[in-house]
């Protein structure tokens, strides 16, 4: 039986993905998407997107919707319930990707497996996950949700202050758990948090030595419960949301010993072209280094991924140029 040999195998069929799916096929490569569960990747699990040009408002599923009925119009095919376990390079330079009993084989390999947001594991915490409910991840995409409301920010990152100072042009009022007395973020971040918290009437407050035990509510966040951690004291604070910014975890385990990955599991590639070391294997969305975890900057990152796989086609040796 001969090979089916396809042109660009995409791992992941989240705004990454599809992205680079609907180029890929557009410019008439023979193009398949694998995905775990079922397209759309995070966004998928939010019913209202505010920060996508084009919309005003749409939910997570719709978009997906059109998103890959416009991708599988140009000829893209998609297998969801396909998971990558593991992929390799031949020596004739073609890729071997392992999903399930199936094996495909690729001239180019996007991935875009994504980033998952690491849990507190609190109770409370899945009962409301979703933004609607009042649990949320993401300040940049979800603190508008918030205007006038009071949020409870949780961690001490570089993220966790930026998402918090994000909330504060928003909510009434914001209280920041943190459970040390000094922050991880870099040194100018927490100056910026500290003359928040000094302005005059400020909306911020910090709760230091704390952690959040228990998010409390009937169909909605309604009260958060903090511990102090130096006094084993808790209180019960009213409040209509909670913000959790304790970092990402990628869905790369899949990748260690195939492409370099960070300590903290993101892909490294070389970010004018989306290059891994391994010639033919694009990283997009996510799931990389230096990714701007935005639907909008992972749908651009694999719309690029395609494009330069086109330069890597026509030439090889364009894998091992320098950036221009
Ligand atoms: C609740 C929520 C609300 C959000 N709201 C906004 C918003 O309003 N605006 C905004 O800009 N951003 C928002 N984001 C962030 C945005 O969704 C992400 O930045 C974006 O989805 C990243 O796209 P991606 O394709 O890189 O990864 P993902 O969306 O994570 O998609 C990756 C896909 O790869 C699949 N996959 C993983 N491993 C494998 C494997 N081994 N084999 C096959 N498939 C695999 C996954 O199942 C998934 O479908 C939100 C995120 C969440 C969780």
Redo the contacts with the bound molecule.
């Keep these: 039986m001969t090979e089916q040999i396809w042109d660009c195998v995409i791992?992941?069929?989240?705004?990454?993905?599809?992205g680079a799916a609907l180029y890929a096929a557009r410019d008439r490569f023979k193009t398949v998407l694998?995905?775990?569960?079922?397209?759309?990747?995070?966004?998928?699990?939010?019913d209202?997107?505010?920060?996508?040009p084009g919309y005003a408002n749409i939910s997570?599923p719709d978009l997906t919707e059109k998103m890959l009925a416009q991708a599988t119009a140009f000829g893209a095919e998609l297998r969801s319930g396909?998971?990558?376990?593991a992929l390799a390079r031949r020596p004739d330079g073609l890729i071997e990707i392992a999903?399930g009993k199936d094996k495909f084989t690729a001239r180019v390999v996007v991935l875009?497996?994504?980033?998952?947001?690491r849990h507190l594991d609190v109770s409370g915490e899945e009962e409301f996950h979703?933004?609607g409910a009042g649990v949320?991840?993401?300040g940049?995409?979800?603190a508008p949700f918030f205007k006038g409301k009071t949020v409870i920010a949780v961690g001490g990152g570089n993220t966790s202050v930026e998402d918090t100072l994000h909330l504060c042009k928003f909510a009434a009022k914001v209280i920041m758990v943190h459970r040390r007395q000094e922050f991880r973020a870099t040194k100018v971040l927490v100056e910026e948090l500290m003359a928040k918290v000094n302005e005059p009437n400020s909306n911020l407050t910090l709760k230091l030595d704390s952690v959040l035990a228990e998010i409390k509510g009937a169909g909605k966040v309604e009260k958060a419960v903090i511990k102090n951690l130096k006094t084993q004291a808790q209180e019960e604070i009213g409040c209509d949301g909670v913000f959790i910014f304790i970092g990402m975890v990628p869905?790369t385990a899949?990748l260690k010993g195939f492409v370099e990955l960070t300590d903290a599991g993101f892909i490294r590639c070389e970010p004018a072209y989306l290059r891994t070391k391994i010639p033919g294997v694009f990283a997009?969305?996510?799931?990389r280094t230096g990714?701007a975890?935005?639907?909008?900057?992972?749908v651009a990152?694999?719309v690029n991924a395609a494009m330069w796989m086109k330069q890597y086609l026509r030439d090889p040796a364009w894998w091992n140029s320098k950036p221009e």
């Design positions: 791992v992941g069929a989240g705004p990454a993905g599809l694998l995905e775990k569960f079922a397209p759309g990747g995070q966004i998928n699990t939010t209202r997107i505010e920060n996508y997570g396909a998971e990558v376990t999903c875009a497996p994504g980033s998952s947001y979703n933004a949320s991840y993401c940049t995409c979800d869905n899949f997009a969305g996510d799931c990714a975890m935005q639907l909008v900057t992972a990152d694999g």
